[in-house]
T-cell receptor, first 114, second 110 residues
């Protein structure tokens, strides 16, 4: 089955620690995205990548980093510089190309602070 | 920046009732998307709209692309318990990015 796989489902971070969230897709999509979702709020864009080896900051990139070494993979690192990392993180992908291509989402990773 | 306003924020309805929600933007959009998110899961695409005035159905769901291109509407007919969740609208920002609304939380009372 084609889809987007995020892991782990739940993640705990200690103070001062960096953690990496995994996102893999087998949809052959060019574009990939990371969003943060807080209770009662919509999705806020952290980073996005339109093509391999290229990525751009979204609205709330501070304290986060990404890489896009393979088309299928777009891992997100939450660094110790992110002072309020507790949230639900969603990865998405889209075909790219034509403007307005729908994004398809993974099932999310819930990150909490120990 | 761009704002997508969804209303209502939350709805509590009896099973079998119809539901209406809408989304408005401060700019003209060429695409409107509607997603549903179940608790603890990622959003799932319900309907995509690409043309002003377009009316598209997906089972009991019907969505419309407003003629002004600044709004969209989602209707659910004869609601059932599994309709519970948060419904998001989305419109394109630049390239393949989207703005997302703050969501409408739907509760269906059996």
């Amino acid at each position: 089955d084609g889809g987007i796989t995020q892991s782990p489902k739940y993640l705990f971070r200690k103070e001062g620690q960096n953690v990496t969230l995994s996102c893999e897709q087998n949809l052959n999509h060019d574009a990939m995205y990371w969003y943060r979702q807080d209770p009662g709020q919509g999705l806020r864009l952290i980073y996005y990548s339109q093509i391999v080896n290229d990525f751009q900051k979204g609205d709330i990139a501070e304290g986060y980093s990404v890489s896009r070494e393979k088309k299928e993979s777009f891992p997100l690192t939450v660094t110790s510089a992110q002072k309020n990392p507790t949230a639900f993180y969603l990865c998405a992908s889209s075909l790219g190309g034509r403007i307005g291509q729908p994004q398809h989402f993974g099932d999310g990773t819930r990150l909490s602070i120990l | 920046g761009q704002q997508l306003n969804q209303s209502p924020q939350s709805m509590f309805i009896q099973e079998g009732e119809d539901v209406s929600m809408n989304c408005t933007s401060s700019s003209i959009f060429n695409t409107w998307l509607w997603y549903k998110q179940d608790p603890g899961e990622g959003p799932v695409l319900l309907i995509a709209l690409y043309k002003a005035g377009e009316l598209t159905s997906n089972g009991r769901l019907t969505a419309q692309f407003g003629i002004t291109r600044k709004d969209s509407f989602l209707n659910i007919s004869a609601s059932i318990p599994s309709d519970v969740g948060i419904y998001f609208c989305a419109g394109p920002w630049t390239g393949n990015q989207f703005y997302f609304g703050t969501g409408t939380s739907l509760t269906v009372i059996p």
